[in-house]
């Protein structure tokens, strides 16, 4: 079989159309198309590089990278200012009342000895005060009690928290010791300690570090 023989032999495998009719130095154009979803995905990104173009460089609506960046960066330095560099605020705390939190409060406050001392429903033992009533030795607030559980009262037997537990996950605590255990009825509730300061009510959120401190003696 000689050269040309070859060449015939592949033209015959084609549609005779698609074969463009000139021919140099032996060789024909085979004029094969792209496929059409080929071609769909070509023109779709033509046209979504317009819209892309448009809003974030012709009309400039969108932030580019560097843009981005400083934003978030000014961002945080805002709330460096108002946090300080810990980025967290003691005296403005919020409890979480979603569930995903409360159960992680729940998890924390089941696995992290505080049923040791506080009972495994949080009605308080021999060591620990009750946590579901109205009487509170260091009043009811969160910002209060955050500093109850991270600094702890060593002198009184309550375990200071500081590194075992993050400032997020004695939030999570706490949501769960204001929001579940308080107003619960445990089993075998220990006497009131301290004084009635009533329940805490997440929706009269009303703290004001200064005027609490009076309790937190
Ligand atoms: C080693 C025992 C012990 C452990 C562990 C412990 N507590 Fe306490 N807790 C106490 C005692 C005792 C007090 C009362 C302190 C006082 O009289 O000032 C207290 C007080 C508190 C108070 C304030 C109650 C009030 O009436 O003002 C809260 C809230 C509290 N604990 C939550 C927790 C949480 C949450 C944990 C687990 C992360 C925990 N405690 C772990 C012993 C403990």
Redesign the pocket.
Known sequence: MDKHDEKIEFNEKFDHNLIKDHEYDNIQELDNPAPFWLMSLFYLSVIFSVFYGAYYFWLGIGDLQKAEYNKEISIAEINIKKNGSQGFDESQITLYTDEINIRAGAE??AT???????GPEGGGNA?????SDE??????QPV??FQ??KN??P?????P?KG??TENQ?VQ??S???QRIQKSSPKNPKPP??EKIGYYNNNLNTQKVDSLKVINK
């Open positions: 924390i406050f992290k000895t505080c049923t040791t001392c506080h060591i620990g005060p009750n946590l009487y509170w030795i260091h009043g009811n209060l009690l109850v559980v702890g009262v002198a009184k037997g309550m375990t928290f075992q537990l004695i605590v706490l769960f010791v204001l300690q301290g």
